[in-house]
């Protein structure tokens, strides 16, 4: 009974998702004028024990969500030409001690929850209730199956507002919902372009989907994040551009997502399996040139400006 085949069948490469629990402590308490009346939350170190914790309740129940799927799954997956080499369907690990493993993981998990927060007791029951359902009959239906896969996102994105002890947005919802779309619509095009004319045999869903279809859908979803997040930027920050011209992280937004389609549409992993992005150079850059950009933008430029100014000589016009 090797021990990393069970860790696999919690596929940590997949807990990144529940980093949208942090997502909030970057854009609560805004806009931050400068000189800063109080420190921002996202550098106020008490901020991060409660999201840390959360982080960890939200991988466990995902990962015991995960276990129970691929018990569901074991014959379909045994088909698969990737999936078969799993720990259930090839044989590697047991049933019995799998679904072992998913009781200890919600036991956990669940308790957790509530003494953190019973409001983050209560999304972390929905995430549940809406995996559950996604595994059980949702994800046969086109377009349905990717929106109620963003809903999972949306609500990991709003189980950090309630950790943090602030409202949430309608800014949050949209965007964590648009970008779960280009990753949902994204998978499925790789997966129809991996399986080719036996997708359907794998997931009936394939009945309903076509290229012409996801092409649509994932150009109309980058479009959507792309254009929301301009929207979001201007009316949070449209008096405020001489202080906080955050604005300048719209192109690169625009980028990061551009090559992300790119990647769709010639085939790459990454549209089946988004944690391998770390591996692409291009959103690599642009990640970090975004994280960056974005940091300076809203909590850094007037200082900036100011020690700039200060150095260079004044220019006089004759």
Known sequence: MPVKDYIAMMRPHQWYKNLLVFLAIVFVEIPH?????????????????????GFLVLCAVSSAGYIVNDVFDMEKDAAHPEK???????????????????????????????????????LV????????????????WPIIDVCTIAVGFVIRAVAGTFLLGVPFTSWLIIGVFFVALVLGFGK?????????????????????????????????????????????????????????????????????????????????????????????RGLVFGGVLFGFTLILTLFFWVPLMDAITSVLPPVSVP
């Not at 799998?98 to 308790?111: E, H, M, R």
Request: aromatic share 12%; charged share 15%; hydrophobic share 50%.
């Open 188 to 280: 499925r095009k790789n997966e129809l372009q991996l399986l080719g004319e036996e997708a359907a045999l794998h997931k009936p869903v394939f009945r309903k989907y076509d290229h012409m279809l996801l092409d649509h859908a994932i150009t109309m979803s980058a479009t959507w994040v792309v254009m929301f997040y301009a929207l979001y930027c201007y009316n949070v920050y449209g008096s405020l551009m001489s202080q906080q011209p955050i604005m300048l992280t719209v192109p690169i937004a625009a980028g990061i997502v551009l090559r992300y389609v790119y990647l769709i549409h010639i085939g790459s992993p990454v549209g089946r399996k988004p944690h391998l992005a770390v591996k692409d």
């Open 33 to 53: 004028t400068w000189p800063w009346e109080r420190m921002p939350a996202v550098f106020v170190l008490s901020n991060y024990p409660p999201l840390i914790v």
């Open 84 to 122: 078969r080499e799993r720990p259930l369907p090839s044989g590697r690990a047991m049933r019995r001690t799998a679904l072992a493993l998913a009781t200890v993981l919600y036991g956990a998990g669940l308790p957790l929850s509530y003494l953190l927060n019973p409001m983050f007791f209560i």
């Open 125 to 140: 029951l929905l995430y549940m209730v809406n995996a559950h359902a996604y595994n059980l009959k949702l994800r046969e």
